[in-house]
Nanobody, 123 residues
């Protein structure tokens, strides 16, 4: 499985970005997908996950109501819509794919990782 994240960039506080993550190599709909982020000097943290069908999603408390995860199984792509961005959202954002198991909100539960895309929010 290969994951290619894109869509990061520099945005002013209050702005929006949409991240994309293209999945290849295996059947996309077999995988739970997640987004994580890592700010400078901090550990990687969970942001959001979405079930195989897209019918179930969950978010870190810090981004609930602000970020939306979605997927298009026909396009083998997962998205993260980020609105009302704040300087504290600045981080490298990673997409991840999980084939099985019940650990969803920690990085150890995922089998494959994208290379990360940098989001910088200026104040």
């Amino acid at each position: 499985v290969q994951l290619q994240a894109s869509g990061g960039g520099l945005v002013q506080a209050g702005g929006s970005l949409r991240l994309s993550c293209a999945h290849s190599g295996r059947t996309f709909s077999d995988y739970v997908m997640g987004w994580f982020r890592q700010a400078p000097g901090k550990e990687r943290e969970f942001v959001a996950w979405i079930s195989r069908s897209g019918g179930t999603t969950d978010y870190a408390d810090s981004v609930k109501g602000q970020f939306t995860i979605s997927r298009d199984n026909a396009k083998n792509t997962v998205y993260l819509q980020m609105n009302s961005l704040k300087p504290e959202d600045t981080a490298v954002y990673y997409c991840a794919a999980k084939y099985s198991g019940y650990v969803i909100k920690t990085a150890l539960g995922y089998d494959y990782w994208g290379q990360g895309t940098l989001v910088t929010v200026s104040s």
